[in-house]
């Protein structure tokens, strides 16, 4: 500490000037208290240094919570701003904006339209409420006016850590009619009453308007749960932990440990033994599915299900831990690392010792000699690299899988089920990602990092999930488990409820007047009152959690308890070993516990069962309890066979897309994501078919996109690129800076010298520029003139098929291009199209088809359907004309996508915009050919645009909805 001072002291900069927290230790007072404790009364602390030291930290602690109240002053500001200016309202913005407009010049006519709206309300779960939402409520439905029912247990208020404020429920609650269930119906009768016993001394929930009335079991209810070896009949039992040494308490983490493996030994007995619940069948015996472990973290559970799977005993964790902090998460990123660069050999020896791949370490290092060894690791990570970059994460995640035999490997582990589980979520994940944001290998792996590393909110979908569906032992911290209930619970970690709270940084409590309020002071002494309180108030929560957790069993509930380090500053310790009367924020004495022996724990624990309820019992057992693993039952009789099913399962209810139904007739290999159609590259003599016989050398203009990668990553790249793009505002700059990060993120970069990376990106720059300020059609505008506002990049849609009578098949989808044709010979429909739709080879379809529009944009009223296409038709620009055009749209069906795309946002619109009509709103549907644009080209050139008659519009939507038509 003297040396932080010291850099203290020697700062030039008074604004910089700061002192850590321990600098009060020189204060005269401190310094004064300590030489009279040492040197019986040294006058060293009246030298002048100390006062003026003491001044000088006070003027710097001054300053820290000046700036501190600043931050708190504008950080609601900049944090409002920033989520206006990104369209963004989470659920507490929701709640503030009614509360503004009730306390606005408008809330008295909101108040009285939300009264006649609701005659009288209910509220659930009343005891999570928050200061807001009970003043919204108040103001709205108080005084009497409306019947107001406010539902909840202020004895189950465990979610502070959410924003739930305790004290606003237990003001809303002050001066109304209280109603009380006096009956349970989840325990048994001896469950009931021990719980009572528990609880209902005065002041056991610490906080004095936190009472408890004794509670009734359900008539005519009996204790059902029997186990010959822990307590017989006992409906709570008291598990005492003998320390081996009975000297000084059991270190917290060896504690954790111990109690979780005896719990564990114990759920083998009673799973192996005769224990049985009493059911309306007779007597069962006690199954996996039967039992749950209640702790107070995430990372209790998984000691738990480690303890557990030692013994070969099926657990689930329920647990809302992200699967990016797993070891699978871990190791994903190793393998995608060397997947994205295998030639880097670190990288490779990473992925192949990670639990995925399986390989020793002891196999590594004895082929590290072995170059055909390494070749052929070398070989598949080259492989999986480039179907990565050419067919998307997925596809090769699941290779990858296949080829090393990873979800063996990953169940011949401990674990297995859970590592296996955790694999496919990641997956899953990975791929959401990945198609969503249309992130290319290395930015997918980027991504990957930065949620391990904690960096962006965890999504809800991230959540761990469970392993098996199994009959199997649940574990569960007591939030979670908080409204469930169980028919045995073992809570094992009740002694380790009181947090640890430290005194330092800023920290929340309520004060005297029950206002809820932030100490943002760094002086300890001035803030000691205010920390009392706040302890006082965490450890009454505890106490809360401790309910919860007692109250979740039907039969039986088994507290694990002992002589470990700081069991004294449990809450369950006051119910275990109560101290007497209270006084906020008095809390019990910790050393009367924590130093005391065995026998003086068991001695109490003793005394409180002879006190009380016959159904609450105390069993011994030594720290070392263990047990066999797990002997799984052996099943008698005649070999399992599957049950006929009696019912037929209708295939044909299915979710489809354009790309499926046009699959089997081009042979296209479909997206992982199906429904989001890309660009098929067509063969060399397709090209040639499609490409018309060239004019004279000398009239033709090659283009801009000459010698760049073609293919199906090729159309993605320039897809992603116009999708991020604004049109209206992108500078030069800008479209360089997206381009460069496309090519990186497809994987293009890796391929090019450093000079052809140079010109690959400017080739792209100037194409993406001539695109944006090419001309649609005549008179028409150029992308470049959308504004952000006017547009909606990759537009999702799924349309119902099939609702009436009929499904969609290809003989009535033909039908509607062939009773509809083009009204002019020159028209875009070509005479023998329907002949060919005729010949698609998909099965008849109900359900739903979905697709992803690349672009949908309003200009001058109209709307407008696009799609960009890279598709190569020739090396010059005129090759790229109407008929070229005409011919690629017949061939690869883009007839019928941009006719099926142009239905979903006419249905859209329809929805959406008041007084839309099809003619008057509808502009029409634009292909544009990348390649052959550019502005000083023919109009026309590289843009293919129609608008579909009204009539083949209405005969398509017919059809899908299934009415009428030639089956």
């Known amino acids: 500490m003297l040396e932080e001072l010291r850099g203290s002291v020697a700062c030039d900069e008074p604004n910089e000037l700061y002192f850590p927290p321990g600098a009060e230790k020189l204060f005269p007072a401190e310094v004064a208290a300590r030489l009279y404790q040492r040197f019986a009364g040294d006058p060293g602390a009246a030298h002048p240094f100390f006062a003026a030291f003491e001044r000088l930290v006070r003027l710097s602690w001054l300053r820290v919570i000046a700036l501190q109240h600043e931050v708190l002053r504008e950080l609601p500001k900049e944090l409002e701003r920033r989520k206006t200016q990104r369209g963004v309202l989470g659920f507490e913005d929701l709640l503030l904006r009614v509360a503004d407009a009730l306390a606005g010049e408008d809330g008295p006519r909101l108040k009285e339209a939300l009264r006649q709206r609701f005659r009288a309300v209910l509220i659930d779960e009343f005891q999570d409420t928050d200061p807001v939402q009970f003043e919204i409520f108040e103001r709205v439905f108080g005084g009497g006016s409306h019947p107001l029912f406010l539902i909840g247990d202020p ?6 850590f959410r924003g739930a404020d305790v004290f606003a429920y237990l003001a809303a609650a002050e001066n109304a ?37 004794d509670v009734a079991p359900k008539p005519a209810a009996t204790d059902a749960f029997h186990a010959a070896h822990a307590s017989e009949s006992a409906s709570v039992e008291l598990l005492f932990v003998r320390r081996t040494h009975d000297g000084k308490p059991l270190n917290k983490s060896l504690a954790r440990r111990a109690a979780a493996r005896i719990v564990a030994a114990d759920i083998v007995r009673l ?139 990953l169940l011949a582990l401990a674990g297995g089920e859970r590592r296996l589980t955790n694999a496919l979520h990641l997956s899953e994940l990975l791929h959401r990602a990945a ?78 007047a029950g206002r809820a309020t932030l100490d943002v002071d760094v002086d300890p002494p001035a803030r000691a009152d205010n920390w009392e309180w706040s302890r006082w108030e965490s450890f009454a929560e505890e106490m809360r959690v401790a309910y919860v957790a007692l109250t979740r069993a ?29 006084t906020p924020p008095a809390l019990p004495s910790a050393a009367r516990l924590n130093q005391a022996s065995d026998a003086d724990l068991e001695r109490d624990l003793q005394q409180l069962v002879a006190r009380g309820q016959p159904a609450l019992a ?144 400017a080739q792209m720059v100037r194409a993406i520029r001539e695109t944006l300020e090419t001309p649609l059609f005549a008179g028409g505008p150029r992308l470049v003139d959308i504004g952000a506002r006017n547009k909606f990049a990759e537009l999702e849609f799924r349309m119902p098929v099939g609702e009436a009578d009929l499904g969609l098949t290809r003989c009535r989808l033909a039908e509607v291009f062939r009773a509809h044709p083009s009204d002019r010979p020159s028209g875009a429909l ?80 329809a ?7 099809y003619d008057q709103h509808f502009g029409g549907v634009l292909y544009l050919f990348v390649k052959g644009m550019h502005p000083s080209a023919p109009v026309g050139n590289g843009v293919f645009f129609e608008k579909p008659p009204l009539a083949r519009m209405r005969a398509l939507g017919a059809v899908l909805d299934g009415a009428g038509g030639r089956g």
């Open 155 to 160: 004895k189950q208020a465990i979610y502070a």
């Open 177 to 213: 009619r209280r109603f009380s269930m006096g009956t349970s119906y989840r325990s048994d009768p001896g469950h009931v009453a021990v719980v009572n016993q528990l609880f209902r001394l005065p002041g056991t929930f610490v906080i004095p308007a936190i009472g408890y009335s």
């Open 271 to 409: 799973l192996q033994g005769p224990s049985t619940i009493a059911r309306a069948g007779g007597a069962e015996p006690v199954g996996a599915g039967d039992v749950a472990v209640l702790t107070r973290t995430n990372a209790q559970c998984f000691l738990v299900q480690e303890a557990l799977r030692a013994r070969g005993i099926v657990s689930v964790v329920i647990s809302d831990t992200s699967v990016f902090q797993s070891e699978e998460a871990a190791d994903a990123q190793a393998v995608l690392g060397a997947v994205l660069d295998p030639m880097s050999r670190s990288d490779l020896r990473r992925a192949l010792a990670t639990s995925l791949l399986g390989v020793t370490g002891d196999q590594i290092a004895a082929r590290e000699s072995d170059p055909e060894w390494w070749q052929s690791w070398l070989t598949r990570f080259r492989t999986w690299h480039d179907l990565w970059v050419e067919r998307g994460f997925v596809r090769m995640f699941r290779a990858l899988l296949t080829d090393t035999g990873a979800a063996a490997n």
């Open 435 to 512: 198609t969503e944001q249309h992130l290319g290998p290395a930015a997918l792996l980027a991504w990957l990092a930065d949620q391990r590393a904690g960096k962006v909110a965890v999504a809800e979908r991230a959540e761990i999930r469970l392993e098996s569906d199994e009959a199997a032992v649940k574990i569960l911290t007591a939030h979670k488990a908080k409204g469930l209930e169980f028919p045995v619970v073992y809570c094992p970690f009740l002694w380790d409820a009181g947090g640890g709270k430290k005194n330092g940084g800023p920290f929340r409590f309520h004060d005297r």
């Open 554 to 582: 039907q039969h039986r509930t088994t507290i694990v308890w002992g002589g470990f380090n700081q069991i004294g500053e449990s809450a369950a310790a006051l119910l275990l070993h109560p101290p007497g009367a209270l």
């Open 618 to 761: 105390l069993r011994s057992v030594p720290l070392g309890d263990d047990e066999a693993p797990m002997q799984p039952a052996v099943q008698a009789g005649e070999p399992l066979q599957p049950r006929p099913i009696p019912n037929r399962i209708h295939a044909w209810q299915r979710t489809s897309s354009f790309s499926n139904l046009i699959q089997r007739e081009l042979g296209w290999q479909l997206d992982e994501e199906e429904g989001r159609d890309r660009d098929q590259e067509v063969s060399a003599a397709a090209a040639a078919e499609l490409t018309p016989a060239p004019a004279a050398p000398a009239e033709r203009v090659r283009i801009t996109l000459d010698g760049f990668p073609r293919g199906r990553r090729t159309g993605d790249l320039f897809h992603d690129v116009f999708e991020q793009l604004d049109f209206a505002s992108a500078t030069e700059h800008e479209v360089a800076a997206v381009s460069q990060a496309k090519l990186d993120g497809f994987g293009f970069t890796p391929g090019f010298s450093v000079d052809e990376l140079g010109v690959r990106r």
């Open 830 to 909: 070509p005479p023998a199209y329907a002949d060919r739709v005729e010949r698609l080879g998909f099965r008849e379809l109900r359900g739903f088809l979905k697709g992803y529009i690349d672009l949908v944009f309003e200009h001058g009223g109209l709307w407008y359907v696009v799609d960009y296409k890279t598709n190569h038709l020739g090396d010059h620009r005129d090759d790229y004309g109407p008929s070229a055009m005409r011919r690629v749209l017949e061939k690869s069906h883009y007839f019928l996508q941009y006719h099926l795309y142009a239905l979903a946002l006419d249905r859209y619109l």
């Open 911 to 917: 929805h959406w915009q008041k007084g839309y009509a």
